[in-house]
């Protein structure tokens, strides 16, 4: 049993690529991150596309660290390598001991591999000679590797998009929509950085279980929206789906958002300015994060100099309405 | 008390992302540098976009100085470390006095961070040569980090655009427009470099306020352009706004547009031909930037061979005309 | 003779750039990695595009292959430039025979080229020294050279598709296509890689020979699909043309498609996440990829939990269909 | 007085940013390779944008050849300073006379730019160390920017089209222009690389002057064309106008063309397949590139197996055909 009006064909599931899921134990199919909370077998187990992607959006905490163990690691092994097969080959090493020993291998092989190569350690000899060649040849590849990997990182546009905690159901009244819609879904967003994003543009994909002689079948309808592009995020946008005759969500409550598992998946489109870049956010609201009969505060605020300001800690204020 | 035509409402203010600002004190909305005049409260103090984007922008000079200040002050971080931990591990010096010495150690470590390593001076002794490796791979990281962020000084598409300094009101009159316009807002661009721009588009936002009942609510709306896109600017474009009946400016005065606190907000897209890319400038004239009843003067001249060319310095001269 | 149905015009040939190819010995015109598969002549010999294209393309044990030979080479042609002319000028050597000297030699050349120069082995007299000073000015632009191919190997951004193995022809129904179509063509894909496609959108090219006059003519013509894009390719993509009466293959058999030399030319085009930038994916079915009476099997499974996954190991598994 | 039929108002100058440039002493108004052909005055002298343009857009011996005078100007520099304020600053020095001392300077300063630092040539004292600590960061900055610019080199996407030489007019027939087009305007194109140009867009623009009460006014008409775009440039690609009644071309002879100083500048868009990215193109045909009652010859052959191919030597051919 269906509660929602007849979806229109256009709007139906084969648009987004999420088939026939059907999802009714209640897990999201869009995490809040955007990324598709779905299992995938039978992937390739190595995959150099994955491991870059992780090490330019890793945060910079780990990622240097991991620069360091990197170093350490490959350090430690050329070391081995040279106390192993030729510790004779190493000349110029001053050591009481055999730790002290190592350690001297040890700085030959990081003075080989950053190339800083001072000479009072000094490689003699076929094995350690080649040994030392390959080294400093490692070093200079790796530290490639880590300049690419650093201008990937910070090349890499990415919107941070702050989004509002609840999406909420106000009352609403609009010139274009008055006789036809006075309730609306909304949820707000602003830019976290300072950086400017433009030709920004937003979607709101309506998800839910439908029952089809028993069976369950998810269903995906795009909700119509009073604005779904602006020209300059500079402040706080609130989109807005005014749920007017047409809306899907017309005479749905509270608890049977529940009961047919909606979710509601968002995503935005904008223009990075710095990058000049197209740049994608998605995120998601579940049923349980739906405000019936609320209204978002203003996050305006005058200056004493009578300058326009935004407060972003108030993006997912809202005010309970009695109705 | 509202000076305008009834506004079409596909015009209005949610468009821009401006929100329903209210800006009565007279600043401006837009910069002229194209960012937005808005205060931002609750945002995150640290932010390496940020950081990034003014390593990017920022212009040569400070960004050189800026190189030299960070190599020095790493330099003398190090020699500090080398001096209060392991005076005694360096070898090779030779100095006569306490400041000789301290020098001696800062050139070890200029020596090591740029891992030229000449050698008469060399590490010795755990901690020394500990200390080296780390300074050795933080300099390799630095200049990896130089490399990109040279990288993407030089490769960040940007389109500098000159404007016209003010916005004038001129008579009019086109073959399109004849019975309905006799004048027109225009301003004019060009481009300051050599490189092409193709593909250019424009587009005019006026802002305004608006007296609702004893209210004032800030508006916004496009302007319609005699021509919105053109394919190469390969001399000046005079961007034209002719004043006809469904003009919203249709019956302003200079005075009008003050009291209102008129602002023209301007964005011009194109694509860069060096960089083959996207590029977005923005700029904003306020009603004290508007002449009435004047001419843009022609910035073409031709040379003795017959060639036609532009004189960038007379693009914002115009002629006040007697009516 | 035709056996096809009248080709409306907008769809014929000069819109694909194959231009009036006729193929009819039976060879693919785009082969199934989405290159051409033409002759060309005349082309230039030498093309560093071309160079570039295979070394960011080719796969990383042949590119770290290629680092490690070019290193030896140009090692090795050093070494013979100072063995051959200036063998006096390297200092501070250790052989017993001429190998050895040799070795000696290229170990030099290795240390100068990686900037590594311990000092053991140190230029002395003009020709040795300016020798070394050039081969360091050429090792440091070797390793900017493989900086710059590093970023881009990484940088590319290249869509991972898995495509079915098979075409296949199923019955079919579909709402809006209940009374013309009960049959479809059919192809399925999926990303191969964890990183997301969105907004990815498909198109199949029908392409083949038209008897005229006795005379062969490639004929293409783009078939109309079900769903031509997809906002986001979470799972698989079922590419579905409805066999209608509008479609050129209403009535054909695999008989006829092999007679007429029929080649299905497939495109994607999509956005990838991770680069943030449009990528392009090509592929091609010949008519003996085609599968008639068949239905695709489903890729989907639910795990103990609950939760949706799908297995990209079944992606060109179908069942065949008794009729 | 207009030989040419009433444009179309939509068609006319303004959309194509070059104004009412009259160019009536018969300078091309766009430069084969696509530039604009006009002068600029008041340009700012330095501009690093165009810099680095022309860093990347030169060939790769000019810019071979820059990168050793750069290096060795830079060592000359280097090494005068060390000569000039502490000859006695660099250690280890073996010289007979003058000449050879201040090559062993120079060597010096080689070592120290590279960071090959042997050690043999060490610097000793506060100025001479302090200047080789310097000339290490210049060194290391200089090839962080030679990185850069190689990977600007490499990664800059450019359409290398071939162009036929002529542009010529041909007896037509086309369905769809069939009682409208019996000659056609045509010019081909085909890629001069191995890579893949898809969704490939032309644009003839046709410019002319224009007698207008006596004073020469310039317009500019874009050509309609039977075919705008295709999907893919594998072959050759001949652009056609079918010259139907509504084409300014009409009835116009080679000595109106002459006279009316007639140009045509072609566009071309496409997406490159290696980079993928958008690419652009422009070049122009001047009144005396236009050959009338010609035909272009066929660039296809067929090899031994049976396998397609076009030949781009014969591009420009074409045959003139006696009416």
Same mark, same amino acid.
């Given at each position: 049993?269906?509660?929602? +009006?007849?979806?229109?064909?256009?709007? $139906?599931? +084969?648009?987004?690529?999420?088939?026939?899921?059907?999802?009714?134990?209640?897990?999201?199919?869009?995490?809040?991150?955007?990324?598709?909370? #779905?299992?995938?077998?039978?992937?390739?187990?190595?995959?150099?596309?994955?491991?870059?992607?992780?090490?330019?959006?890793? /945060?910079?905490?780990?990622?240097?660290?991991?620069?360091?163990?990197?170093?350490?690691?490959? /350090? @430690?092994?050329?070391?081995?390598?040279?106390? #192993?097969?030729?510790?004779?080959?190493?000349?110029?090493?001053?050591?009481?001991?055999?730790?002290?020993?190592?350690?001297?291998?040890?700085?030959?092989?990081?003075?080989?591999?950053?190339?800083?190569?001072?000479?009072?350690?000094? +490689?003699?000899? &076929? !094995?350690?000679?080649? !040994?030392?060649?390959?080294?400093? @040849?490692?070093?200079? =590849?790796?530290?490639?590797?880590?300049?690419?990997?650093?201008?990937?990182?910070?090349?890499?546009?990415?919107?941070?998009?702050?989004?509002?905690?609840? %999406? #909420?159901?106000?009352?609403?009244? &609009?010139?274009?929509?008055?006789?036809?819609?006075?309730?609306?879904? =909304?949820?707000?967003?602003?830019?976290?950085?300072? /950086?400017?994003?433009?030709?920004?543009?937003?979607? %709101?994909?309506?998800?839910?279980?439908? $029952? @089809?002689?028993?069976?369950?079948?998810?269903?995906?309808?795009?909700?119509? !929206?009073?604005? *779904?592009? #602006?020209?300059?995020?500079?402040?706080?946008?609130?989109?807005?789906?005014? %749920?007017?005759?047409?809306?899907?969500?017309?005479?749905?409550?509270?608890?049977?958002?529940?009961?047919?598992?909606?979710?509601?998946?968002?995503?935005?489109?904008?223009?990075? $300015?710095?990058?000049?870049?197209?740049?994608?956010?998605?995120?998601?609201?579940?049923?349980?994060?739906?405000?019936?009969?609320?209204?978002?505060? *203003?996050?305006?605020?005058?200056?004493?100099?009578?300058?326009?300001?935004? $407060?972003?800690?108030?993006?997912?204020?809202? %005010?309970?309405?009695?109705?």
């Amino acid at each position: 049993m269906s509660l929602l +009006p007849k979806i229109k064909r256009k709007n $139906d599931a +084969p648009e987004f690529g999420f088939g026939n899921v059907t999802n009714n134990s209640g897990f999201r199919i869009l995490n809040t991150d955007g990324s598709a909370n #779905i299992i995938r077998k039978g992937e390739p187990k190595f995959n150099l596309i994955n491991i870059y992607h992780s090490l330019v959006s890793m /945060n910079w905490w780990r990622f240097n660290l991991l620069i360091i163990v990197f170093y350490s690691v490959l /350090n @430690l092994f050329f070391a081995s390598l040279y106390y #192993i097969f030729t510790p004779e080959g190493i000349r110029g090493m001053e050591y009481t001991n055999e730790f002290e020993r190592f350690m001297e291998i040890f700085y030959f092989s990081a003075q080989s591999l950053t190339t800083v190569g001072y000479g009072r350690l000094y +490689p003699s000899g &076929h !094995l350690c000679s080649a !040994l030392a060649s390959i080294e400093a @040849l490692i070093g200079l =590849m790796g530290f490639a590797l880590a300049t690419g990997l650093l201008y990937g990182r910070f090349s890499r546009p990415t919107a941070k998009l702050l989004y509002s905690k609840n %999406i #909420i159901v106000s009352p609403y009244s &609009h010139p274009r929509f008055l006789e036809k819609a006075d309730r609306a879904l =909304m949820f707000r967003i602003t830019n976290e950085r300072t /950086n400017q994003l433009i030709e920004v543009e937003a979607q %709101i994909l309506f998800s839910y279980n439908e $029952d @089809l002689n028993g069976k369950l079948v998810r269903r995906f309808q795009i909700l119509n !929206l009073e604005t *779904s592009k #602006i020209s300059f995020l500079a402040m706080t946008w609130t989109i807005v789906h005014p %749920i007017d005759e047409n809306s899907p969500l017309r005479n749905l409550t509270y608890e049977e958002l529940s009961k047919i598992d909606t979710e509601f998946m968002v995503s935005i489109k904008a223009i990075d $300015d710095t990058y000049v870049q197209q740049v994608y956010n998605r995120s998601s609201y579940k049923w349980n994060d739906v405000v019936f009969d609320a209204k978002f505060e *203003s996050t305006l605020f005058t200056d004493a100099s009578g300058k326009t300001g935004i $407060d972003l800690t108030k993006l997912s204020n809202y %005010i309970q309405i009695n109705q």
